[in-house]
């Protein structure tokens, strides 16, 4: 189909061979760059957050106890959450009258509402932070399970020589779950890439097509425009560049078995 040209009046007729030629239209349409650059840095900001951010969650979450105990089951909870009710939810904090302008106002911090979600410079940063929120705590309870395997006498050891807690996390800690980042980042990206639920549910790739990204793009043109033939292209060319990211997940899986 990413091959043919096929619309609702082919669908069930003769397919022509068409080639690349629904990309070469989509990127004359001028659609198909500006959801690349989109899902770059939706990818970007996810992913950078997702890490980052998951790290100092397990960091901080490293030792048993009440908070520990309380915010775990919270971060599974957020983790499971469905990302049409997410998406909701966070569509409803965002808006003109949502809870996070309303804080804002109320603070003094703001006078006229933001546009999280209507501004062009303002929605795809919104929505990324949106999908950070929602793969954070994936991200800590896998770093949290590497640093748990990290062997107590190492630890003891680092504290006995006199390393502070930055020096124990940043020289022991991290090396240590160096091959769980890796395989984890790359998990993040992948997910990235499927950037369609939340977009749907808060923005419908608006305002404009300031949030479309390549899996958007691919529902816009196949279910919007009914040009099929267009959407698969799209689809494909987002499944080639996941494989790119696959290949290099198993040759890193592969390469720290080698060095173990």
Do not use: C
């Not at 020096?167 to 779950?177: G, M």
């Amino acid at each position: 189909m990413s091959v043919s040209d096929v619309t609702t009046s082919t669908l069930n007729g003769q397919w022509d061979f068409v080639g690349l030629g629904n990309l070469v239209r989509s990127f004359q349409q001028g659609s198909l760059l500006p959801a690349l650059g989109h899902t770059a840095v939706f990818v970007l900001i996810v992913t950078t957050i997702g890490m980052v951010g998951g790290f100092a969650a397990a960091v901080a979450l490293q030792r048993a106890g009440r908070v520990a105990g309380l915010l775990l089951p919270l971060m599974v909870f957020i983790w499971a959450l469905p990302p049409v009710v997410n998406g909701s939810v966070w569509k409803f904090l965002l808006g003109d009258a949502g809870l996070i302008n309303v804080a804002l106002e109320g603070a003094g911090i703001i006078h006229v509402p933001l546009q999280f979600l209507y501004d062009e410079k303002v929605a795809l940063v919104a929505i990324s932070l949106v999908n950070s929120w929602a793969v954070l705590p994936f991200n800590a309870l896998v770093f949290r399970a590497g640093i748990l395997g990290i062997s107590p006498e190492i630890l003891e050891a680092a504290r006995i020589d006199g390393a502070s807690r930055w020096q124990e996390i940043v020289h022991v800690i991290a090396p240590s779950v160096r091959s769980t980042a890796l395989v984890l980042a790359v998990l993040t990206i992948v997910y990235g890439f499927r950037s369609f639920d939340f977009i749907y549910v808060m923005t419908k790739g608006g305002p404009g097509t300031a949030t479309s990204t390549l899996p958007f793009l691919s529902y816009q043109q196949a279910f919007g425009r009914y040009d099929f033939g267009m959407g698969a292209a799209t689809a494909v060319l987002s499944v080639l560049l996941v494989l790119v990211l696959a290949v290099v997940y198993a040759r890193s899986v592969r390469s720290e078995e080698e060095e173990a």
